[in-house]
């Protein structure tokens, strides 16, 4: 069975404190990687596809990158603006239906 | 562009009572997925439609039925809501059924008491 894990579940920054999120999963079959954000009351918003280890792709202050086992989206200076939920989705062969979502870090940046 | 749209986006039920949550989607995609979203646990797929016409079984289909009524909507029912149906609901399209991100609606709060 596909497994995601994400840590830690919940961080408090504070604005400017640069900090790192995790997200580790099983390994084979693997397609590719998203990461989605997700504020209070909506939807998942879409950041980033990762589909080889040693990719990185930026947006603003976010990083991702992915390795073989795990995957990590660095957060540089964050502003109160970036507090929400940062899903990961690790994505397996047989079409999107095999996507597994973690259940998140919920992340706090505090002025 | 409204992108995906779900209705309502609140609804209370007492135990016992049916109902449909409504999505549609303007974006033209070929794929579209019903999750639920509970504290503590990870968007569970329900149902999916990966092309208009068809419907399959996800992770958690007990209790739910769907309905792809066109390339833009697909309905989630419920025939006789239970209290363990009590979540928040998401409907979501990809353009294709490859890896590719996705567009999720705002979601429907849906308490059973």
């Known amino acids: 069975e596909d497994q995601v894990t994400q840590s830690p579940e919940a961080l408090r920054l504070q604005e400017g404190e640069s900090s790192s999120l995790n997200c580790s999963y099983t390994?084979?079959?693997?397609?590719?990687l998203f990461w989605y954000r997700q504020d209070p009351g909506k939807g998942p918003e879409f950041l980033f596809t990762?589909?080889?280890a040693g990719e990185e792709k930026e947006k603003e202050r976010l990083k991702a990158t992915l390795t073989k086992k795990e995957s990590f989206l660095h957060i540089t200076a964050p502003k109160p603006e970036d507090s929400a939920t940062y899903l990961c989705?690790?994505?397996?062969?047989?079409?999107?239906?095999?996507?597994?979502f973690g259940t998140g870090t919920k992340l706090q940046v505090i002025p | 562009n409204a992108g995906v749209t779900q209705t309502p986006k609140f609804q209370v039920l007492k135990t016992g009572q049916s109902m449909t949550l409504q999505c549609a989607q303007d974006?033209?995609?070929?794929?579209m997925y019903w999750y639920r979203q509970d504290p503590g646990m990870g968007l569970r797929l329900i149902y999916y439609?990966?092309?208009?016409?068809?419907?399959d079984k996800g992770e958690v289909p007990n209790g739910y039925n769907v309905s792809r009524l066109n390339k833009r909507e697909f309905s989630l029912r419920l025939e006789s809501a239970a209290p363990s149906q009590t979540s928040v609901y998401f409907c979501?399209?990809?353009?294709?059924?490859?890896?590719?991100?996705?567009?999720f609606g705002q979601g429907t709060r849906l308490t059973v008491v």
């Open positions: 990762l589909y080889s």
């Open positions: 979501a399209s990809i353009p294709g059924q490859m890896n590719t991100e996705a567009f």
């Open positions: 974006m033209n995609h070929n794929s």
């Open positions: 989705a690790p994505a397996y062969s047989g079409g999107y239906q095999k996507v597994t």
């Open positions: 390994v084979s079959g693997l397609r590719g």
């Open positions: 439609s990966a092309s208009e016409g068809t419907t």
